[in-house]
């Protein structure tokens, strides 16, 4: 069973930092891509970041410049550092990974973390 396990949200003030990290466990016979989303109250969830198995990565025009998505792969795993925070980056961060898991007859599937609360205040 594949796992995604969340850490590092928190309170933090208007220009700060914090770092988010996702890691998955479980029976995995490869990770494609991850990434991260974000759920505000009352809005859709949307996309923040994504990173592929090589590296390549995708960012919502709104932390373009702000937000530095990595994986560490040897790890299964992938960060989000969130810098110059703002107050409209309160929000649910939810990590997702596309896997096949190990088994036979096992198809790629999204998993999705249980959601890091990210708070920021002035």
């Known amino acids: 069973q594949v796992q995604l396990v969340e850490s590092g949200g928190g309170l933090v003030q208007a220009g700060g930092s914090l770092r988010l990290s996702c890691a998955a466990s479980?029976?995995?016979?490869?990770?494609?891509?991850m990434g991260w989303y974000r759920q505000a109250p009352g809005k859709q969830r949307e996309l923040v970041a994504s990173?592929?198995?090589?590296?390549?990565?995708n960012y919502a025009d709104s932390v373009k410049g702000r937000f530095t998505i990595s994986r560490d792969n040897a790890k299964n795993t992938v960060y989000l550092h969130m810098a110059s925070l703002k107050l409209e980056d309160t929000a649910v961060y939810y990590c997702?990974?596309?896997?096949?898991?190990?088994?036979?007859?096992?198809?790629?599937?999204?998993?999705w973390g249980q959601g890091t609360q990210v708070t920021v205040s002035s």
């Open positions: 997702h990974a596309d896997i096949i898991p190990g088994g036979p007859g096992r198809l790629l599937a999204r998993y």
């Open positions: 479980g029976s995995i016979f490869t990770i494609f891509d």
């Open positions: 990173i592929t198995s090589g590296g390549s990565t």
